[in-house]
């Protein structure tokens, strides 16, 4: 009699591993082991870490408020100064999407935070040789209500992450946060942590009610500029727009919100000229999927031939400027061949997409998903799953 | 000379306690292929444990039912209900559903799971591989 699944319902105490167990195929069938993988967005539970985190940050008034409240408030341990919004909890579709929900699986204690051991189990699983892995919540934070506690809580998880996660293994990398309330601080944080080998870009987290094209915060991309390194915008959700506002469903906001703060950001980026002001600046656009790229071109170059003298700045049309940019895969939308096929033409995918996961989110991509992708040859398999990133980062 | 397709052979999988109305029963028939066997209002239904989406486990996901939008004969919403005469299966990698009934996912039927047929003997069950 052949043996039953030692999990009958994967839950969130599943072993990543298992959860994970048919990627693995994935791995024998494309030879996944020989091809160098780098994952360019995942994440990790910062809430789980969320004591350690306040213990990091610097204002003393404002880390004893935290304390107290994580003393005298239940629920404060996990969310203690945080924006963290009720929305946010819609996305593992009513617990249907376990690992969404959290991975509350038993790791040994050996030194390591227990994020450390989660994320190398994720790569284990999908044969990932590089991880860039962000916060969750986090990356919300251009919402919080008050900008001068974004700034301190940025700083303080940026300093938590790079002393308690990134030395746990090489394979861990990561594009720190800006606190970008405050571009003197951002600019700090680049000296501070420009250097360091794991830190190999920095991040505006895109949720957020910023013109990216204002004067103030050029310094910043003249820093990044100057160092090499790559920009990156997060995108993330939002039920508060006044566009998402009118939505019921979680999968109304996720559809649009994840998508049109990078489609805001980049939109003033190219308008105001800053491709031509930061020619050696990269910028990497990141979990916004891929469909979002051929409106935008067509939209913006559309746009741009009737009112040139509006974005004076611009010596090629934006569909130009855009392929020059660089865009991570999740979530790849592959509902329709011919149109995912004219989508990598129009952006030149091969050279320009860069394979991410997102685990543990729910929509997460196995790195097969790039290689089951017919209309690509093995050239441009291998650069959308590692070499484009070996480029961007210098890896 | 035509070959005519080889003839699938039975195989005993699970005894049939193993299945509990309403349950499911997921097995390593082989090393590359798992199984779900699961029962609903006594029949039986047996799926590959591999999502037609990226391949994830499907059969180990939640088994919840179908839901369902109400509406009145205005055609206003009166909001949303689980559907007990259609249980589905999640996968648990992104959400793909699938009607336990027929492996169909109930919104775009060309995505469904591979089906096995199944049969129950003296305590046993068997599946045609
Ligand atoms: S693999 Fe099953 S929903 Fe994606």
Redesign the interface.
């Known amino acids: 009699m052949p043996e039953p699944l030692p999990s009958q319902e994967i839950t969130t105490r599943t072993h990543t591993a298992e959860i994970l167990a048919n990627a693995r195929r994935d791995t024998e069938r494309y030879g996944l082991d020989e091809i160098f993988i780098v994952d360019v967005d995942s994440h990790h539970a910062e809430l789980n870490s969320w004591r350690d985190i306040i213990g990091y940050v610097e204002d003393p008034v404002l880390r004893d408020t935290a304390e107290q409240m994580m003393v005298h408030r239940p629920q404060a341990g996990q969310l203690a100064l945080s924006n963290y919004k009720a929305g946010l909890a819609f996305q593992d579709a009513g617990s249907r999407i376990p690992h969404q929900s959290g991975l509350a699986e038993p790791v040994p204690v050996d030194g390591n935070p227990r994020d450390v051991e989660l994320v190398r189990r994720a790569m284990d699983a999908m044969s990932i040789d590089v991880q860039v892995v962000f916060p969750q919540p986090m990356l919300e934070i251009g919402l919080h209500p008050e900008p001068g506690i974004a700034v301190q809580l940025m700083k303080a998880y940026n300093r938590w992450f790079v002393e308690q996660i990134l030395p746990g293994d090489p394979r861990i990398k990561t594009m720190l946060g800006l606190p970008f309330e405050d571009p003197a601080a951002c600019v700090e944080t680049i000296r501070e942590f420009g250097d360091h080998p794991d830190v190999i870009g920095f991040l505006v987290t895109s949720q957020r009610h910023a013109g990216v094209h204002r004067n103030e915060y050029l310094r910043i991309y003249a820093e990044l500029e100057e160092r090499g390194l790559p920009l990156g915008f997060h995108a993330g959700p939002s039920w508060q727009d006044s566009m998402t506002a009118t939505m019921n469903r979680f999968l109304s906001v996720h559809a649009m919100s994840f998508v049109t703060c990078n489609m805001t950001h980049l939109t003033n980026w190219i308008v105001n000229g800053l491709p031509e002001r930061f020619p050696g600046l990269r910028t990497i656009w990141i979990e916004s999927g891929l469909a979002w790229i051929p409106f935008m071109m067509q939209r913006l170059d559309h746009e741009y031939l009737m009112r040139q003298s509006e974005a004076p700045l611009l010596k090629q049309l934006p569909s130009d400027y855009m392929r020059q940019m660089y865009y991570t895969s999740q979530p790849m939308e592959i509902t329709d061949l011919k149109l995912l096929e004219a989508t990598f033409h129009a952006m030149d995918a091969e050279n320009t997409l860069l394979y991410s996961s997102d685990w543990p989110h729910w929509d997460f991509d196995v790195p097969g998903r790039v290689m089951s992708i017919p209309f690509l040859d093995d050239t441009a398999k291998r650069n959308i799953l590692g070499g484009n990133a070996r480029k961007v980062f210098g890896l | 000379m035509t070959l005519s397709a080889p003839r699938p052979t039975s195989s005993?999988?699970?005894?049939s306690s193993?299945v509990a109305e309403g349950g499911?029963?997921?097995?390593?028939?082989r090393d590359?292929l798992?199984i779900g066997l699961f029962r609903f209002r006594g029949r039986l239904y047996a799926y590959e444990?591999?999502c037609p989406h990226?391949?994830?486990?499907v059969c180990?996901?939640?088994?919840?039912d179908g839901v369902r939008e109400r509406l009145d004969a205005h055609r206003h919403s009166l909001g949303l209900a689980f559907d007990e005469d259609d249980p589905h299966i999640?996968c648990?990698?992104?959400?793909f559903?699938y009607r336990i009934t027929t492996g169909e996912h109930p919104g775009a039927p060309r995505f469904r799971l591979r089906s096995f047929a199944v049969t129950e003997e003296n305590g046993e069950i068997s599946v045609a591989l």
Request: net charge neutral.
């Open positions: 005993v999988v699970a005894r193993d499911r029963y997921v097995v390593a028939v590359d798992h444990n591999t990226q391949g994830g486990p180990q996901g939640r088994l919840v999640v648990p990698w992104h959400g559903e």
